[in-house]
Nanobody, 119 residues
Framework: QVQLVESGGGLVQAGDSLRLSCTASGRTFVGYVMGWFRQAPGKEREFVAS????????SYADSVKGRFTISRENAKNTVYLQMNSLKPEDTAVYYC????????????WGQGTQVTVSS
């Protein structure tokens, strides 16, 4: 059974940094893409960043480019989201997800971790 478990969320002030972690288990993720999404209150879930498990190719939403960095540590089956220069509009529940490379839909999701940025 595939499990994605996020951690690292919290309450910070604008300009601070946080690092989220997503530990994956239950299968090999070679050939998969790992992604981070977020959902703010009253808004739809939106894509934040993704990384291919095997090669490490990354992609970012325009709203986080230059501030967030996604990375992975294969030996620990863990994906990270380093978030710098946080803004109040980054406040959301952040979700880790995975999909098979070449497939558009993410089919595995974590439970989410809350990030709150105060002004």
């Amino acid at each position: 059974q595939v499990q994605l478990v996020e951690s690292g969320g919290g309450l910070v002030q604008a300009g601070d940094s946080l690092r989220l972690s997503c530990t994956a288990s239950g299968r090999t993720f070679v050939g998969y893409v790992m992604g981070w999404f977020r959902q703010a209150p009253g808004k739809e879930r939106e894509f934040v960043a993704s990384i291919t498990w095997t090669i490490g190719t990354t992609s970012y939403a325009d709203s986080v480019k230059g501030r967030f960095t996604i990375s992975r540590e294969n030996a620990k089956n863990t994906v990270y989201l380093q978030m710098n220069s946080l803004k109040p509009e980054d406040t959301a529940v952040y979700y880790c997800a995975s999909r098979r490379y070449g497939i558009s839909d993410y089919n595995y999701w974590g439970q989410g971790t809350q990030v709150t940025v105060s002004s």
